[in-house]
């Protein structure tokens, strides 16, 4: 292995902890606990970024970039986006409006989540893939027994694939794991933040 690649690997350990940090100090209901795991792990996000795109930062050029308000839009933007978070029960995909210069939110409550899941573990048990993202948006409509919007299902797809749950097969569609539904349940319970 490599040193970039160890690096890398460290990085995602420490990464995997932090989200582990978080929930338990959520469950806990130590807020001050969660926000000093966040800013963590946002600092983290940051020198992981700058590992992965084979930049090398400077002990005083990382510490301009994590101090707070000295971000431009273009820095805000350079962050790595989309990002997902999950807070209050509902699933949020950060992205980034070139039109408006500036970041937005899609959310997708918890219940359509499960919905576009279940439809998507539903859809493996019925033979094997890949599956496009029209056959998971039928299925979810028939498990939600509701119209379900197209963004919120490519909202889903999109943070069970940045998770590696599910694998994108070129044009074809998306291959899914038989366990997906209790892997989906275990990403949850770790991603989710307490109310505040």
Request: charged fraction near 25%; charge should be positive.
């Amino acid at each position: 292995m490599n040193h970039n690649a160890r690096i890398r690997s460290i990085l995602d350990d420490a990464d995997r902890e932090l989200l582990k940090l978080i929930a338990e100090c959520a469950s806990a209901g130590d807020l001050d606990g969660v926000d000093a795991a966040r800013g963590v792990a946002g600092r983290l996000r940051l020198l992981r970024g700058s590992s992965e795109n084979g930049a090398v930062v400077s002990k005083q050029g990382l510490k301009d970039k994590m101090r707070p308000g000295s971000r431009s839009r273009r820095a805000v933007k350079e962050t790595k986006l989309p990002r997902f978070e999950v807070r209050n029960a509902t699933l949020y995909r950060i992205g980034w409006s070139k039109k408006k210069s500036e970041q937005y939110e899609h959310k997708v409550p918890h219940d359509i989540v499960s919905d576009v899941v279940s439809a998507m573990a539903s859809l493996v048990q019925s033979g094997p893939g890949p599956f496009t993202a029209d056959q998971i948006a039928n299925r979810a409509e028939q498990v939600s027994g509701t119209s379900v919007p197209s963004y919120q299902i490519y909202v889903v797809i999109g943070w069970v694939r940045a998770h590696d749950l599910i694998e994108q097969v070129g044009r074809d569609g998306y291959q899914m794991p038989n366990n997906l539904l209790a892997a989906f349940d275990d990403l949850w319970k770790s991603s989710s933040i307490a109310d505040r």
